[in-house]
């Protein structure tokens, strides 16, 4: 049910952290993966030197023309992992408009522009998967994140929308959110010992996550043992948003 074999994958913004982890799992089961970064061509090369049967691709998609740039390097893909996005922490009475702008081009706009443009194939296969990665912030408001959790919540509207409608397909649209994962995302504020304590008394489980959490509810909803979810926000923190 979770073999892969004979599917190519694609993974955005995921030269390290969670999109890494979940790259690496999608191929270990059996598929091709493009890994994505947006700025070093080398950083791609190093991560994807770490896969198996790996091409690295290198598309900012902050740009707007990075949608068109990714798909020119990837072709069709059969999975369709959109993990890039941009957060900025800052305080929501001085956002700027081009830091608000900024992340949502990334985490909506392009995310939108990428189903669109990977969907046909899919379709005509009659099997695929798209799976969009959210954030706990969806559910647990931080002071300096407004609109970084809002381009979340549009995501997974977005989510829910096409999961419906492309369902007959068979192709199913889903949404991972992640709680507090050990990335380099995170590494510096986790870093101070009475952050990390606060952070750890507000989830369930007392601990924050590995990267390798999030994979394996990516593969889950990547492959046929995932047949039948569809539309849902998958939830991996911890117990945190409770």
């Given at each position: 049910?979770?073999?892969?074999?004979?599917?190519?994958?694609?993974?955005?913004?995921?030269?390290?952290?969670?999109?890494?982890?979940?790259?690496?799992?999608?191929?270990?089961?059996?598929?091709?993966?493009?890994?994505?970064?947006?700025?070093?061509?080398?950083?791609?090369?190093?991560?994807?030197?770490?896969?198996?049967?790996?091409?690295?691709?290198?598309?900012?998609?902050?740009?707007?023309?990075?949608?068109?740039?990714?798909y020119a390097q990837s072709g069709d893909v059969d999975i369709l992992v959109l993990n890039a996005s941009i957060q900025q922490k800052n305080d929501w009475q001085i956002v700027t408009a081009e830091e608000f702008d900024r992340q949502m081009i990334c985490n909506v706009r392009n995310s939108f522009l990428l189903i669109q443009k990977y969907i046909p194939y899919m379709k005509q296969r009659g099997w695929g998967r798209i799976l969009t990665?959210?954030?706990?912030?969806?559910?647990?408001?931080?002071?300096?994140?407004?609109?970084?959790?809002?381009?979340?919540?549009?995501q997974f509207n977005i989510v829910q929308n096409m999961a419906r409608q492309l369902a007959p397909y068979g192709v199913t649209v889903n949404n991972l959110s992640p709680g507090v994962i050990e990335t380099p995302r995170n590494q510096a504020a986790l870093a101070d010992a009475a952050?990390?304590?606060?952070?750890?008394?507000?989830?369930?489980?007392?601990?924050?996550?590995?990267?390798?959490?999030c994979a394996g509810a990516a593969l889950l909803l990547c492959s046929d043992a995932g047949r039948y979810i569809t539309g849902i926000d998958l939830i991996v923190d911890g117990g945190m948003h409770l």
């Open positions: 049910m979770f073999d892969l074999t004979g599917k190519r994958a694609l993974v955005t913004g995921s030269t390290q952290g969670i999109g890494f982890a979940i790259a690496k799992t999608l191929a270990e089961y059996g598929a091709s993966v493009c890994v994505n970064g947006a700025s070093s061509m080398e950083k791609c090369k190093a991560a994807s030197a770490k896969i198996e049967n790996c091409v690295p691709i290198l598309a900012d998609l902050s740009d707007s023309s990075g949608v068109d740039r990714l990665i959210g954030s706990i912030n969806q559910y647990k408001q931080h002071p300096e994140l407004v609109a970084y959790a809002a381009s979340k919540s549009a952050y990390r304590k606060r952070v750890e008394d507000s989830i369930a489980c007392g601990h924050t996550g590995k990267t390798g959490d």
